[in-house]
């Protein structure tokens, strides 16, 4: 039965971001061919973001512009929408499973008195029903949730469902809505971004990690290079963290970021289970140790046993000739 789907847009600086053109992909295998509708919430002309999300598979989007909208609070953007909720009684709601995300729709959730599938990997529509797929136990296991009765409200885990090509000859209506917005308990001062180049590590394609065997800040040098070499970032151990090599930003695994690039390059990590909890759902995964023990090679596509110092360079030169 086909049903009418809401995706909650996120933009970051003035852009949408990449989870949600993978919400809207989720949200047309849920809606069945129904009807899917973003919205999108922000302070200023948002008309350009909306037609974003229709050139990538929305049918109309509804934007709230509000002073008190500027940046993300619990209550400010609880309230718009829930307001849109309210207004177009959707079926489902989908939302990418992000730092916003994880707040927002489990308080959604909670006043709908619904449920939440969150964190989803995979999506699937077959005979009428569908099916979420999500990691349990840190990522050793997944299982498949799925609503029968009621909202289908759910988080997506970003690069995972895939986003539709971007169509321009697409077309929807955008519409705007006036919600007034009262009692906001947060104050936001400033925002201050740590990661290492603005890209977030949970949406890289490329991530570049080092662990202690960096062994100091001018360490993660030349794995800063090789990210940048491949257009992806830098993530980190918790052990690098620890040791004040890098920003607790940069984190990645049960305690830090979960992460799922096409490419994982692990350089001087161990392979603690709290690391993996972060990263084994990488699509590929290589590991530099120059311990030929090291568990991050039980789940490394390809492993190097050597000294980083000496591997990362030489990769990157590779690398170099290839793009020349
Ligand atoms: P180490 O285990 O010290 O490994 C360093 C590796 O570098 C070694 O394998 C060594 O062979 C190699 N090496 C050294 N020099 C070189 C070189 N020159 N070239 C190549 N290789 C070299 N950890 C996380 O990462 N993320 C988390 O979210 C996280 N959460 C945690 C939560 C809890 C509750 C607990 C208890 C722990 C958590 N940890 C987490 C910590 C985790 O258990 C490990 O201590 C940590 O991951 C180890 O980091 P590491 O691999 O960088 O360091």
Do not use: W
């Not at 129904?34 to 919205?39: I, K």
């Not at 972060?278 to 039980?298: Q, T, W, Y």
């Amino acid at each position: 039965m086909s049903k009418k789907v809401l995706v909650i847009g996120e933009a970051r600086e003035g852009s949408l971001r990449n989870v949600t053109f993978e919400a809207i992909a989720a949200a047309n295998i849920v809606s069945d061919g129904g009807e899917v509708v973003g919205v999108l919430c922000g302070d200023g002309d948002l008309n350009e973001m909306g037609q974003e999300m229709v050139y990538y598979g929305a049918s109309r989007v509804i934007t709230i512009s509000n002073p008190d909208l500027k940046t993300y609070t619990s209550d400010g953007y609880g309230q718009a929408v829930y307001r849109v909720i309210e207004d177009e009684s959707p079926e489902g709601i989908i939302m990418g499973h992000t730092a916003i995300g994880k707040d927002l729709t489990p308080k959604l959730a909670s006043k709908l008195e619904s449920g939440l599938i969150s964190d989803a990997t995979e999506v699937v529509a077959d005979s009428g029903r569908v099916v979420f797929t999500r990691p349990i136990y840190s990522g050793k296991a997944f299982e498949k949730k799925e609503i029968t009765d009621g909202l289908v409200f759910a988080t997506i885990r970003p690069n995972n469902i895939p986003a539709f090509t971007r169509d321009d000859s697409l077309a929807g209506n955008i519409s705007e809505k006036e919600v007034e917005i009262s009692n906001i308990r947060t104050i936001i001062k400033d925002v201050l971004r740590k990661s290492s180049d603005g890209v977030d590590l949970s949406e890289a394609k490329v991530i570049v990690a080092g662990g202690r065997g960096v062994k100091s800040s001018e360490g993660f040098e030349p794995l800063e290079e090789l990210a940048s070499v491949l257009g992806g970032t830098v993530g980190a151990s918790r052990g690098a963290c620890d040791a004040g090599y890098c920003d607790y930003s940069l984190q990645i695994g049960q305690t830090g970021k979960v992460v799922t690039p096409d490419l994982y390059i692990a350089c001087g990590i161990s392979g603690a289970i709290q690391h993996l909890a972060g990263m084994s759902n990488s699509k590929v995964i290589v590991a530099i140790n120059k311990d030929p023990e090291a568990n991050i090679f039980n789940v490394a596509d390809y492993g190097i046993v050597g000294d980083l110092f000496d591997v990362v360079p030489k990769l990157m030169e590779e690398i170099k000739q290839m793009k020349v």
